[in-house]
């Protein structure tokens, strides 16, 4: 049987950029149309700023407010500065209330007033309500726009409500049950109102058990469960039971994105927020700091070499072989450290189990270290034909898996208690740690036992 053969997608990118070039925008415009906006704000995201800006003019005003929320601050900080105050109001209308709020940080005073101005005083409360959150929690990412239902009528009339509705709010697979005073009671699903029998009650058929969130809870705490729960959306209420609004899926999604796109870059002390296309100035100087902590620690890694400066002069062969211990042990480190980060991100691993995954790690790191302490050996002892600095080199490798291991699970766990990122400052200082450590144990045996 013939394979299907999967349609090659086509290089956005590369149509736009030729059009572009050619002088062709009604082309550009013809590509755009038909893009969704996170395919365009990637697109924007990956041309250098003077071509980014003829094509973002090529955008739709209407659908400009979407594109805008798709990339990242830096970006957006770009485009907004090539939109008069017209343009920007004109994007903002066209977005759902939440989607305004995540917009309204980035835009001047005068333009906020406006997009106030034409709102209606509904409108403006419940921008208002959502504001009041701050971003990173679940008040800050929830949608006002919910479909509540009493407890006491009949699916019919609920039915015959949602006809009369016409349109339902994005990523709507249940209505939220709440008696007059708009404290939450539970909810019902859009299946159980197809399927139930329609004379029976709301309060019959309603799911009462929720999972519920408080609008100051931490927007990672609602991302793991939506994650655990396999959850669509969730309600938000206040210190009352009261409803606020709701959670959708796909801001969550957004939440864990950026929360992975912050733990990749701050690992290299970048934002997850840089554009790979700003100034040179401003990425040097974004830079430059990390820069200078990693020149500190290798100047430590540098004085602890000097040192043994006599011992590397009569053994030559230990400057050859001393960055193996040292990278075996970085490497080593790095993967306890990851699961470890990673652990603590879950909820995995805190001060009740800490002493159980340290055990575990240094017994994998101890195993690994015999290991690969007789390969290397036996590869010293057939290049340099001395047993002794294959025991040693083996032995030095032993001792810095181990200190990596223990490094690993303490630093992140440590690091925590002060209240900084694990995923920031980690790694700088395991490397510290297994090039101080692997360099002092190799360079001390060899200085004990071959001088």
Not at 143 to 151: A, K, L
Not at 218 to 227: I, R, Y
Not at 354 to 375: D, F, M, Q, T, Y
Request: aromatic fraction near 4%.
């Amino acid at each position: 049987m013939a394979q299907t053969r999967r349609k090659k997608r086509p290089d956005n990118l590369k149509l736009v950029l030729t059009a572009i070039a050619e002088s062709r925008p009604e082309a550009a415009s013809a590509i755009l149309l038909h893009l969704h906006p996170a395919d365009i704000g990637k697109l924007l995201e990956a041309i250098p700023p003077a071509q980014r800006h003829t094509v973002w003019a090529l955008v739709e005003p209407a659908r400009a407010g979407e594109v805008l929320l798709e990339v990242s601050e830096a970006v957006r900080a770009d485009l907004i500065r090539e939109m008069d105050d017209v343009e920007l109001v004109t994007a903002a209308r066209a977005l759902d209330i939440d989607d305004i709020a995540d917009l309204i940080p980035d835009l001047s005073d005068e333009v906020i007033a406006e997009i106030l101005f034409a709102m209606d005083k509904q409108d403006r409360q419940r921008l208002d309500a959502v504001l009041s959150y701050a971003e990173d929690t679940a008040g800050g990412l929830m949608n006002v726009d919910t479909v509540t239902v009493r407890e006491h009528i009949t699916l019919e009339v609920v039915i015959r409500y949602l006809r009369q509705r016409g349109e339902l709010p994005e990523h709507t697979n249940r209505l939220f049950v709440v008696d007059r005073g708009d404290r939450l009671l539970g909810a019902l699903s859009l299946s159980r109102i197809l399927t139930a029998d329609p004379q029976q009650r709301v309060s019959q058929v309603m799911e009462r058990d929720l999972i519920k969130f408080s609008a100051p809870a931490p927007d990672k705490d609602v991302a793991d469960a939506f994650e655990r729960y396999n959850l669509v959306t969730a309600p938000v209420v206040d210190e009352n039971d009261r409803l606020l609004g709701r959670i959708t899926v796909d801001d969550v999604v957004d939440v864990i994105r950026e929360e992975a796109d912050r733990t990749v870059m701050a690992r290299a002390g970048l934002s997850e927020e840089e554009d790979i296309f700003a100034p040179v100035a401003r990425s040097t100087r974004n830079r430059a700091l990390w820069l200078g902590i990693n020149l500190l620690t290798a100047f430590i890694a540098s004085w602890v070499i000097a040192q043994f400066e006599q011992t590397i002069e009569k053994v030559v062969a230990l400057a050859v072989l001393m960055p193996i211990v040292a990278s075996m042990g970085g490497n080593a480190g790095t993967q306890t450290l990851t699961i470890v980060i990673r652990g603590i991100a879950l909820g995995q691993i805190g001060g009740v189990n800490a002493a159980k995954v340290l055990s575990k790690e240094l017994s994998v790191a101890l195993l690994n270290g015999l290991i690969w302490s007789l390969v290397v050996g036996a590869v010293a002892f057939a290049a340099y034909g001395t047993y002794q600095l294959g025991l040693i080199i083996g032995a030095a490798m032993i001792i810095n898996l181990a200190a990596a291991a223990l490094a690993g699970v303490v630093l992140p766990l440590a690091i925590r208690r002060f209240g900084v990122d694990p995923a920031v400052a980690g790694t700088v200082m395991l490397t510290t740690v297994t090039d101080v450590v692997g360099f002092f144990a190799f360079l001390g045996l060899a200085t004990l036992f071959l001088l």
